[in-house]
């Protein structure tokens, strides 16, 4: 079956590190994205990862995943208050990576002063 | 580069209406998947367009429905309109069907 699933909140505080945690449940997939939405906003595309990586670091984003718990998570070094949003997990539905992307339900991230 | 642009930003429709949307893709892509996001939700894939054609469908009633043009900007239309249909509508795009998307601002569509 099709199902990503996220923990709902994270607060830290500014300075600290982020860990956003998700699990999916399709096998095939070849693809697993981290998209951020600000308040009355789009989706913005964070970064991706290919399904046969274990890591993957763009500047202060370390995504981790271990395919064999189909864990994946997305860490955020030295967080910022624009860091503030709610972060979705995605999957790329089978092996072919057709477009559809199954989401989580979203991370809201807080960040404190 | 525009990204992707989608018209209208906020739209209030009545129960039982039709609706249509907008969606111009980023320079150069040619692939356009449309999104529902309820409130306090992830994303659900509604449809995915692509050479002017459906290519692929989420579990959505025939209701929805959509279209892509030879400049590959895209429509989707719901007919019949029901309360939960509310929801935020994002629009992706992509420069083949098998590449990453990136989302428009969405279309805030309130159904009373």
């Known amino acids: 079956g099709e199902d990503v699933e996220q923990s709902l909140f994270l607060s830290v505080r500014e300075g600290d590190s982020s860990v956003i945690n998700c699990t999916y449940t399709?096998?095939?997939?070849?693809?697993l994205y981290w998209y951020k939405q600000e308040p009355g906003a789009g989706l913005q595309l964070l970064t991706y990862?290919?399904?046969?990586?274990d890591m993957k670091q763009d500047q202060r984003l370390t995504v981790l995943l271990n395919k064999k718990d189909k864990h994946l998570s997305l860490r955020i070094a030295d967080t910022q208050t624009g860091d503030s949003a709610i972060y979705f997990c995605?999957?790329?539905?089978?092996?072919?990576?057709?477009?559809?992307?199954?989401f989580g339900q979203g991370t809201t991230l807080q960040v404190k002063p | 580069d525009a990204g992707v642009t989608q018209s209208p930003t906020h739209l209030i429709k009545t129960r039982g209406q039709q609706v249509t949307l907008r969606c111009s893709p980023k320079?150069?892509?040619?692939?356009v998947s449309w999104y529902q996001q309820a409130l306090g939700q992830g994303p659900q894939f509604i449809f995915q367009?692509?050479?002017?054609?459906?290519?692929q469908r989420g579990n959505f009633p025939d209701r929805f429905s959509g279209h892509q043009f030879p400049n590959y900007s895209s429509e989707l239309n719901v007919n019949a309109l029901l309360l939960g249909d509310s929801a935020l509508y994002l629009c992706?795009?992509?420069?083949?069907?098998?590449?990453?998307?990136?989302f428009g601002q969405g279309t805030r569509l309130t159904v009373v």
């Open positions: 992706a795009s992509s420069l083949a069907p098998e590449t990453e998307a990136f």
């Open positions: 399709d096998s095939s997939s070849t693809y």
């Open positions: 990862i290919f399904s046969n990586m």
């Open positions: 995605a999957e790329s539905h089978g092996s072919s990576n057709t477009g559809k992307l199954i």
């Open positions: 320079s150069g892509h040619d692939t």
């Open positions: 367009y692509y050479e002017e054609e459906e290519r």
